[in-house]
Each structure stands twice: as C-alpha cells, then as structure tokens.
C-alpha cells in the first residue's frame, strides 16, 4: 500500500491490522507517519501487540469483528 507493508489487509473494507512486536518499539514517529498518509486514502487501522495476540486472541477477535462490523454498515 504505498509505499508500506501492512501485516494484514482486507480491500473490500479498507482495513489494515498490525501486529506490533519488537521491532515497533523504536519505530513509533515512523509507524504514525505510515498510519497517517494511509488513513489519508480512508484506510482504518487496528494495531495489537504481539503479547495482545498471544495471551489475549478472544479480545482480539472481538474488537475485530465490531470494527468489520462498523465498516461494513
């Protein structure tokens, strides 16, 4: 997208999923940046760490259906 990578994107809605691990700790003006100028083109975002993703999937899940569910309407 761009000129970026996103870790997961669904075209039929205009949704990217990140998963932060390691290497985001010290990339948080870039990260913004990137969010930014795709928001920019009517991309939402979702971001997790990987700690969310590994201990946490059930709430994960959920908060990703409600936002499919928000851009779907």
Do not use: P, W
């Not at 009517?42 to 569910?69: H, P, Q, T, Y």
């Amino acid at each position: 997208m761009l000129n970026y990578i996103a870790d997961f994107y669904c075209h039929e809605i205009g949704l990217v999923i990140e998963i932060d691990g390691d290497s985001h700790e010290h990339r948080f003006l870039y990260d913004t940046k990137r969010q930014t100028e795709l928001e920019a083109y009517g991309v939402a975002f979702l971001r997790f760490s990987n700690e969310d993703v590994k201990k946490n999937m059930f709430s994960v899940l959920l908060v990703i259906e409600a936002k499919v569910g928000e851009l779907r309407d």
